[in-house]
């Protein structure tokens, strides 16, 4: 399958939000920690670029702004129906959540972490450059996913033509990490910390995409319903968050360490994942509006977006600007 011919499909939130609903609610039933407000949270895959929710968790940040946290692991798609059914509170896939607005679906984006992505292609050290991916297989963790969307933007402005590539949706990062180790594709869309990690075993890093341009890729999104009806839920969590990327920013030799510990690496992985991430943060939480809508009008040129969106259509920093 080509990169052209693989579109995502519309959102169908009627039997597939019930679906959800009834999944979630079996496996994430109710059971709130005494005194605090549960949150659920959707994460697609646990890796350093989610480092921020992990960190306000096992540090107790959520705790401390009256927040039992629970963190799910679940495809980024599935986590939009999720936010409508109500079965997650918030997700952090600010560029999933625009595809879902444009086809209907009631999201918004409270709050940016990051200004721009940070997938690398990654393959053995015998490929010379990017072009030689023409005829060859490249694994991704979703067709329509960022690591696809990305990882053609990154092909694109190296001159290949995306059209001979053969995109194979391997079902997460760690599941495209494997496929490269036993050479059954050319080449891998990865994150930190497993970009570093591959380097150190002789793989090479064919091209980062934090160079393509600023946007804002992770943050924070929920349902409108949750920012009409729990406005204060909302600030918990933005509180919550704000504190934990400050102290992330502020406390390197710390979080190089919780890094290291807690994603298994060795230190010169943690310390490069640490300097990726806190490379790309975002000052207060807020991209300027001007920016955020030159994106969305790019993502409706390269035709990812169905429709075009204002800024009003996907993002709300009223809350985040209320916070004392």
Known sequence: MNVRESKMKSFRTGGTLAWVGLVLGAIFGPNPVHGLEKVRIGLSVRNVVFLPFYYAKDKKIFEKHGLDSELIQMRSDLQMVGLVSGELDFNPAIGPATLAIAGGMPLKAVAV???APLFSLVSPASLASLKELEGKRV???RLGSDSHRYGV????QSGVDVKKVTFIQSGSTTVSLTALQQGSVAAAVLSPPFTGAMAEKGYKVLAKSRS?????WLGLVTSRQKIEKQPERVKSVL????????SIRADRQGVVAYIEKNFNVNQTVATESYEDLRGVLVDGLMMPEEQ???????AHARGELPKPLSFGDAFDFSALKSLK
């Open 113 to 115: 972490f990051y200004r």
């Open 139 to 141: 694994a991704v963790s």
């Open 153 to 156: 933007m990154m092909m694109e």
């Open 212 to 216: 393509l341009l600023d946007l804002p």
């Open 239 to 246: 509180r919550a968050m704000r504190e934990a990327l400050e």
């Open 292 to 298: 955020i809508k030159k994106y969305l009008e790019g």
